[in-house]
Protein backbone atom coordinates (compact mmCIF):
# COMPACT_ATOMS: atom_id res chain seq x y z
CA UNK A 1 0.00 0.00 0.00
CA UNK A 2 0.86 3.50 -0.82
CA UNK A 3 0.57 7.36 0.15
CA UNK A 4 -0.50 7.65 -3.75
CA UNK A 5 -4.25 9.06 -3.07
CA UNK A 6 -3.23 11.08 -0.56
CA UNK A 7 -2.04 14.48 -1.72
CA UNK A 8 0.91 16.57 -0.74
CA UNK A 9 0.65 20.22 -0.73
CA UNK A 10 2.86 23.09 -1.04
CA UNK A 11 1.07 25.54 1.71
CA UNK A 12 3.75 28.40 0.94
CA UNK A 13 1.95 30.41 -1.58
CA UNK A 14 -1.49 30.74 0.88
CA UNK A 15 0.86 31.96 3.60
CA UNK A 16 2.64 34.86 1.07
CA UNK A 17 -0.50 37.18 1.78
CA UNK A 18 -1.18 36.94 -2.40
CA UNK A 19 -5.01 36.34 -3.21
CA UNK A 20 -3.86 33.55 -6.11
CA UNK A 21 -1.63 31.74 -4.20
CA UNK A 22 -4.24 31.55 -1.78
CA UNK A 23 -6.21 30.44 -4.15
CA UNK A 24 -4.39 28.22 -5.98
CA UNK A 25 -3.87 26.27 -2.84
CA UNK A 26 -7.78 26.49 -2.07
CA UNK A 27 -8.90 24.45 -4.90
CA UNK A 28 -5.86 21.73 -3.88
CA UNK A 29 -6.83 21.59 -0.49
CA UNK A 30 -11.27 21.11 -2.21
CA UNK A 31 -9.86 18.32 -4.36
CA UNK A 32 -8.72 16.47 -1.39
CA UNK A 33 -11.51 17.47 1.54
CA UNK A 34 -14.18 16.11 -1.24
CA UNK A 35 -12.26 13.12 -1.97
CA UNK A 36 -9.88 11.43 0.76
CA UNK A 37 -10.74 14.00 3.26
CA UNK A 38 -6.73 13.69 3.58
CA UNK A 39 -3.77 15.34 2.41
CA UNK A 40 0.06 16.91 3.30
CA UNK A 41 1.08 20.15 3.36
CA UNK A 42 4.60 21.14 3.38
CA UNK A 43 5.97 25.13 4.19
CA UNK A 44 3.52 25.28 6.85
CA UNK A 45 5.33 27.78 9.04
CA UNK A 46 6.01 26.01 12.16
CA UNK A 47 9.44 25.95 12.95
CA UNK A 48 11.66 22.74 13.17
CA UNK A 49 13.34 23.99 16.31
CA UNK A 50 10.23 24.23 17.85
CA UNK A 51 9.10 20.68 16.36
CA UNK A 52 12.01 19.19 17.65
CA UNK A 53 11.62 20.57 21.41
CA UNK A 54 8.65 19.67 21.64
CA UNK A 55 9.49 16.51 20.74
CA UNK A 56 12.15 15.98 22.68
CA UNK A 57 10.40 16.76 25.67
CA UNK A 58 7.60 14.55 25.03
CA UNK A 59 9.57 11.43 24.55
CA UNK A 60 11.54 12.34 27.72
CA UNK A 61 8.35 12.55 29.32
CA UNK A 62 7.29 9.21 28.58
CA UNK A 63 9.94 7.31 29.50
CA UNK A 64 9.53 8.43 33.12
CA UNK A 65 7.93 5.19 35.01
CA UNK A 66 3.69 5.30 34.67
CA UNK A 67 3.80 5.90 38.66
CA UNK A 68 5.72 9.41 38.24
CA UNK A 69 3.75 10.43 35.10
CA UNK A 70 0.22 9.17 37.38
CA UNK A 71 1.11 12.60 39.25
CA UNK A 72 -0.79 14.30 36.03
CA UNK A 73 -3.07 11.86 35.51
CA UNK A 74 -6.11 13.06 33.13
CA UNK A 75 -8.37 15.51 35.08
CA UNK A 76 -11.82 16.47 34.57
CA UNK A 77 -11.69 19.12 31.94
CA UNK A 78 -9.65 16.46 29.91
CA UNK A 79 -5.60 17.82 30.52
CA UNK A 80 -3.24 15.37 31.25
CA UNK A 81 -1.71 12.09 30.94
CA UNK A 82 -3.64 8.85 29.73
CA UNK A 83 -2.45 5.25 30.66
CA UNK A 84 -3.00 2.62 28.00
CA UNK A 85 -6.22 1.58 28.20
CA UNK A 86 -8.27 4.14 28.75
CA UNK A 87 -9.60 4.87 25.26
CA UNK A 88 -11.84 2.51 23.19
CA UNK A 89 -13.00 3.92 20.15
CA UNK A 90 -16.47 3.16 18.95
CA UNK A 91 -17.26 -0.50 17.71
CA UNK A 92 -13.91 -1.30 18.18
CA UNK A 93 -13.38 -4.67 20.62
CA UNK A 94 -10.28 -3.48 22.56
CA UNK A 95 -8.91 -0.19 24.01
CA UNK A 96 -6.58 1.68 21.85
CA UNK A 97 -2.80 0.39 22.51
CA UNK A 98 -1.44 4.14 23.66
CA UNK A 99 -0.96 6.59 25.95
CA UNK A 100 -0.83 10.19 25.39
CA UNK A 101 -0.47 14.00 26.92
CA UNK A 102 -2.87 16.42 26.07
CA UNK A 103 -3.04 20.41 26.70
CA UNK A 104 -5.59 23.02 25.33
CA UNK A 105 -5.41 26.66 25.52
CA UNK A 106 -4.13 27.59 28.70
CA UNK A 107 -7.09 29.55 30.60
CA UNK A 108 -6.84 31.01 34.09
CA UNK A 109 -9.02 30.13 37.55
CA UNK A 110 -10.28 33.23 37.19
CA UNK A 111 -11.34 33.05 33.66
CA UNK A 112 -15.00 33.98 33.15
CA UNK A 113 -15.72 30.69 31.21
CA UNK A 114 -13.80 28.71 34.28
CA UNK A 115 -15.63 30.02 36.34
CA UNK A 116 -19.29 29.64 34.77
CA UNK A 117 -18.17 25.91 34.62
CA UNK A 118 -17.59 25.94 30.64
CA UNK A 119 -16.82 22.07 29.99
CA UNK A 120 -13.26 21.55 29.07
CA UNK A 121 -12.02 25.03 30.35
CA UNK A 122 -9.57 25.80 32.77
CA UNK A 123 -5.26 25.30 33.30
CA UNK A 124 -3.36 22.56 31.77
CA UNK A 125 -2.24 19.74 34.15
CA UNK A 126 1.27 20.22 34.05
CA UNK A 127 4.03 18.16 35.14
CA UNK A 128 5.73 20.67 37.52
CA UNK A 129 8.94 17.63 38.18
CA UNK A 130 9.72 18.38 34.63
CA UNK A 131 9.10 21.94 33.86
CA UNK A 132 10.80 21.88 29.90
CA UNK A 133 7.51 20.07 28.80
CA UNK A 134 5.37 23.04 29.45
CA UNK A 135 7.88 25.39 28.16
CA UNK A 136 8.57 23.45 25.11
CA UNK A 137 4.92 21.76 24.19
CA UNK A 138 3.22 25.07 24.51
CA UNK A 139 5.04 26.62 22.46
CA UNK A 140 4.31 24.04 20.23
CA UNK A 141 0.81 24.47 20.96
CA UNK A 142 0.52 27.97 19.87
CA UNK A 143 2.69 27.40 16.54
CA UNK A 144 0.59 24.82 15.35
CA UNK A 145 -2.13 26.80 16.24
CA UNK A 146 -1.00 29.98 13.89
CA UNK A 147 -0.72 26.73 11.59
CA UNK A 148 -4.43 25.74 11.86
CA UNK A 149 -5.32 29.40 11.15
CA UNK A 150 -3.77 29.36 7.98
CA UNK A 151 -5.18 26.80 7.08
CA UNK A 152 -8.76 27.07 7.83
CA UNK A 153 -8.53 30.27 5.60
CA UNK A 154 -7.59 28.41 2.26
CA UNK A 155 -10.45 25.65 3.60
CA UNK A 156 -12.86 28.47 3.68
CA UNK A 157 -11.53 30.35 0.19
CA UNK A 158 -12.21 26.51 -0.78
CA UNK A 159 -15.47 26.30 0.35
CA UNK A 160 -15.80 29.86 -1.80
CA UNK A 161 -16.75 32.15 1.43
CA UNK A 162 -14.95 35.37 2.79
CA UNK A 163 -11.37 33.98 4.23
CA UNK A 164 -11.92 35.13 7.73
CA UNK A 165 -15.13 33.17 8.17
CA UNK A 166 -13.57 30.97 11.08
CA UNK A 167 -11.85 33.57 12.90
CA UNK A 168 -14.69 35.19 14.83
CA UNK A 169 -15.51 31.43 15.59
CA UNK A 170 -11.79 30.50 17.02
CA UNK A 171 -11.25 33.77 19.10
CA UNK A 172 -11.04 31.37 22.10
CA UNK A 173 -10.61 28.32 19.84
CA UNK A 174 -10.84 24.86 21.50
CA UNK A 175 -7.66 23.43 20.69
CA UNK A 176 -6.27 20.18 21.81
CA UNK A 177 -3.02 18.95 21.49
CA UNK A 178 -2.21 15.52 22.70
CA UNK A 179 1.54 14.02 22.09
CA UNK A 180 1.16 10.12 21.76
CA UNK A 181 3.00 7.22 22.33
CA UNK A 182 2.61 4.19 20.69
CA UNK A 183 5.00 0.62 22.03
CA UNK A 184 5.34 -1.57 19.97
CA UNK A 185 2.76 -4.04 19.24
CA UNK A 186 3.24 -7.61 19.60
CA UNK A 187 2.19 -9.97 16.81
CA UNK A 188 0.28 -12.25 19.36
CA UNK A 189 -2.41 -8.92 20.48
CA UNK A 190 -3.83 -10.16 17.75
CA UNK A 191 -5.70 -8.35 13.95
CA UNK A 192 -8.11 -6.69 16.54
CA UNK A 193 -5.75 -4.88 18.21
CA UNK A 194 -4.93 -1.36 17.29
CA UNK A 195 -2.86 1.83 18.38
CA UNK A 196 -5.47 3.73 17.42
CA UNK A 197 -8.58 1.92 16.23
CA UNK A 198 -10.48 2.55 12.86
CA UNK A 199 -12.42 6.33 13.97
CA UNK A 200 -12.71 9.62 12.18
CA UNK A 201 -11.96 12.96 14.31
CA UNK A 202 -15.05 14.57 15.80
CA UNK A 203 -13.78 17.82 15.61
CA UNK A 204 -12.87 20.70 12.57
CA UNK A 205 -9.70 19.76 11.08
CA UNK A 206 -6.67 17.89 12.69
CA UNK A 207 -2.76 18.42 11.92
CA UNK A 208 -0.76 15.92 12.69
CA UNK A 209 3.41 15.24 13.29
CA UNK A 210 4.20 12.30 12.84
CA UNK A 211 7.73 10.22 13.56
CA UNK A 212 9.48 8.10 10.80
CA UNK A 213 7.94 4.65 12.32
CA UNK A 214 5.19 4.95 10.25
CA UNK A 215 1.44 2.74 10.91
CA UNK A 216 -1.11 5.61 9.93
CA UNK A 217 -3.16 4.15 8.14
CA UNK A 218 -6.62 5.35 5.82
CA UNK A 219 -9.28 3.99 4.41
CA UNK A 220 -9.45 5.13 0.58
CA UNK A 221 -12.97 5.70 -1.50
CA UNK A 222 -12.57 2.03 -2.55
CA UNK A 223 -12.86 0.84 1.21
CA UNK A 224 -9.22 -0.19 1.20
CA UNK A 225 -6.44 1.02 3.91
CA UNK A 226 -3.54 2.63 2.34
CA UNK A 227 -0.59 3.84 4.15
CA UNK A 228 -0.19 7.44 5.15
CA UNK A 229 3.66 7.38 5.70
CA UNK A 230 5.95 10.07 7.36
CA UNK A 231 6.99 12.60 4.70
CA UNK A 232 9.92 14.76 6.01
CA UNK A 233 8.70 18.19 6.90
CA UNK A 234 5.02 17.96 6.51
CA UNK A 235 2.01 17.44 8.77
CA UNK A 236 -0.67 14.98 7.98
CA UNK A 237 -4.15 17.00 7.58
CA UNK A 238 -7.48 15.74 7.63
CA UNK A 239 -11.38 16.70 8.31
CA UNK A 240 -12.59 16.18 11.04
CA UNK A 241 -16.82 15.06 11.72
CA UNK A 242 -17.57 18.68 12.57
CA UNK A 243 -16.13 20.43 9.43
CA UNK A 244 -18.17 17.42 7.53
CA UNK A 245 -21.01 18.41 9.08
CA UNK A 246 -20.37 22.34 8.75
CA UNK A 247 -19.60 21.81 4.92
CA UNK A 248 -23.25 19.76 4.48
CA UNK A 249 -20.99 16.17 3.75
CA UNK A 250 -19.17 18.23 0.53
CA UNK A 251 -16.03 17.52 2.71
CA UNK A 252 -15.13 13.87 4.01
CA UNK A 253 -14.47 13.01 7.27
CA UNK A 254 -12.39 9.42 6.54
CA UNK A 255 -12.17 6.68 8.93
CA UNK A 256 -8.12 6.25 9.61
CA UNK A 257 -6.27 3.92 11.98
CA UNK A 258 -2.77 3.14 13.64
CA UNK A 259 -0.90 -0.09 13.91
CA UNK A 260 2.64 0.14 15.22
CA UNK A 261 3.97 -3.27 14.19
CA UNK A 262 7.42 -2.05 13.48
CA UNK A 263 9.14 -3.32 16.41
CA UNK A 264 9.96 0.34 17.51
CA UNK A 265 8.73 3.37 19.83
CA UNK A 266 6.19 5.17 17.72
CA UNK A 267 5.45 9.15 18.76
CA UNK A 268 2.97 11.39 17.11
CA UNK A 269 1.50 15.25 17.66
CA UNK A 270 -2.01 15.38 17.39
CA UNK A 271 -3.60 18.47 16.78
CA UNK A 272 -7.61 18.70 16.90
CA UNK A 273 -8.26 22.39 15.76
CA UNK A 274 -11.93 23.74 16.87
CA UNK A 275 -13.66 26.40 17.44
CA UNK A 276 -14.73 28.14 20.36
CA UNK A 277 -17.47 26.10 22.27
CA UNK A 278 -19.86 28.30 21.66
CA UNK A 279 -19.61 28.65 18.00
CA UNK A 280 -22.34 27.33 16.53
CA UNK A 281 -21.66 24.81 13.72
CA UNK A 282 -24.97 25.54 10.86
CA UNK A 283 -24.26 24.26 7.41
CA UNK A 284 -26.40 27.24 5.93
CA UNK A 285 -23.56 29.32 6.90
CA UNK A 286 -20.93 28.14 4.42
CA UNK A 287 -22.70 28.59 1.03
CA UNK A 288 -25.32 25.89 0.22
CA UNK A 289 -25.84 26.87 -3.26
CA UNK A 290 -29.38 26.03 -3.12
CA UNK A 291 -28.93 22.34 -1.57
CA UNK A 292 -31.06 21.58 1.80
CA UNK A 293 -29.05 21.35 5.31
CA UNK A 294 -28.69 17.81 5.83
CA UNK A 295 -27.60 19.09 9.55
CA UNK A 296 -29.51 21.31 12.43
CA UNK A 297 -27.23 23.69 13.81
CA UNK A 298 -25.44 22.86 16.79
CA UNK A 299 -22.77 23.81 19.23
CA UNK A 300 -19.26 23.33 18.48
CA UNK A 301 -18.40 22.51 22.32
CA UNK A 302 -21.47 19.83 22.92
CA UNK A 303 -20.84 18.47 20.21
CA UNK A 304 -17.06 17.67 20.39
CA UNK A 305 -17.66 16.97 24.44
CA UNK A 306 -20.25 14.24 23.53
CA UNK A 307 -18.00 12.43 21.34
CA UNK A 308 -14.88 12.58 24.25
CA UNK A 309 -17.63 11.29 26.78
CA UNK A 310 -18.49 8.46 24.42
CA UNK A 311 -14.44 7.48 23.93
CA UNK A 312 -12.87 7.80 27.00
CA UNK A 313 -13.43 4.96 30.11
CA UNK A 314 -12.32 7.95 32.77
CA UNK A 315 -15.43 10.29 31.77
CA UNK A 316 -17.96 7.83 32.79
CA UNK A 317 -16.08 6.97 36.39
CA UNK A 318 -17.72 8.53 39.25
CA UNK A 319 -14.50 10.09 40.91
CA UNK A 320 -14.05 12.67 38.16
CA UNK A 321 -16.22 14.96 37.02
CA UNK A 322 -17.61 16.50 33.94
Not at 12 to 21: E, F, I, K, L, V
Not at 167 to 178: H, I, S
Not at 215 to 232: C, K
Request: glycine letters at 8%.
Amino acid sequence: MSSAAIPLIDFAPARSGDAAGLAAVARQIHEACTATGFFYITNHGVPQAVIDRAVGAMRDFFDLPAEQKRRVAVNSIHRGWHEIGGALMYQAKKPDFKEFFGIGLELPADDPDVLAGQALRGPNNWPAFMPQVQEAFYAYYEAIGVCGQDLLRAVAVSLDIDPDFFADRYRKRMQRTQAVFYPPQPPQMGDDQFGVAPHTDYGCITLLWQDDVGGLEVRNLDGQWIDAPPIDGSFVINVGDLLARWSNNRFASTPHRVVNRSGKKRMSIATFYDPDYSAVVDPLDLGLKGASARYEPVAAGDYILGRIDDSFKYRSQNTIGA
